[in-house]
């Protein structure tokens, strides 16, 4: 099955600064890589998406890039918040076959004012 | 406010016991999944159902079961609870085929605490 490594597990890094929090998955059939941002005793929520047919795609202050031959993806987090303090999981599926999303381990990310 | 809906939202219990956590998914949603997430850790993926039969499973144990019935509604069964089985056990749900857009709602979770 799908596996899903994610680095860091946790980043520290200052308000304004860049966080990048990357993954690789085992699966070449996967072709949907979401994100998802959990902040402390709340859900999951998906915060970007990309397919596999896409190379990078931008929502106002997050970024994901994907590179398939090498089977990772990264999240980019440009002119930090504190409120971007928080737990992001990447995630992987295959579309096609009921999307079961297999997660990476978590970055807890700290925003430091 | 994702649309879906789990109870209890919280549970404590003994070891031995059993425990039964409900969950409806969003309106039009046909696939329910079950994950679980232990203190500090990742989400682990235990079962997905789509329309009321199984679709996937991952690394459930056996003396977890789950089911989802006619009306879409989930059931995730706990029994012989063990200390480590304390966790918080989240379901969502997504529309797959032709609407799929690949994200998963999810509700708040059901925290289960086994003393």
């Known amino acids: 099955g799908e596996n899903v490594e994610q680095h860091p597990s946790t980043l520290s890094v200052q308000e304004g600064d860049s966080a990048v929090i990357k993954c690789t998955y085992s699966?070449?059939?996967?072709?949907?890589f979401p994100w998802y941002k959990q902040e402390l005793g709340k859900r999951p929520q998906l915060i970007i998406d990309?397919?596999?047919?896409?190379g990078e795609k931008k929502d106002q202050r997050i970024a994901v890039t994907l590179n398939k031959t090498a089977k990772h993806f990264s999240l980019h987090i440009t002119e930090t918040q504190p409120e971007d303090s928080a737990v992001y999981f990447c995630a992987a599926s295959i579309l096609a076959a009921g999307n079961k999303l297999t997660f990476g381990g978590g970055t807890r990310v700290l925003v430091k004012p | 406010d994702s649309g879906v809906t789990q109870t209890p939202k919280h549970l404590i219990t003994a070891t031995g016991q059993r425990v039964t956590l409900r969950c409806s998914p969003r309106?039009?949603?046909?696939?329910v999944y079950w994950y679980q997430q232990s203190l500090d850790q990742g989400l682990q993926f235990l079962i997905q159902?789509?329309?009321?039969?199984?679709?996937a499973k991952g690394n459930i144990l056996e003396r977890f079961s789950a089911q989802q019935f006619p009306d879409l509604h989930s059931e995730l069964n706990l029994s012989s609870l063990e200390l480590g089985d304390s966790a918080l056990y989240f379901c969502a749900s997504s529309r797959p085929g032709g609407a799929n857009t690949g994200e998963l709602f999810f509700g708040e979770g059901s925290r289960l605490t086994v003393l």
């Open positions: 699966d070449s059939a996967s072709n949907y």
């Open positions: 990309i397919r596999s047919n896409v």
């Open positions: 309106s039009g949603d046909l696939s």
């Open positions: 159902y789509y329309n009321g039969e199984e679709r």
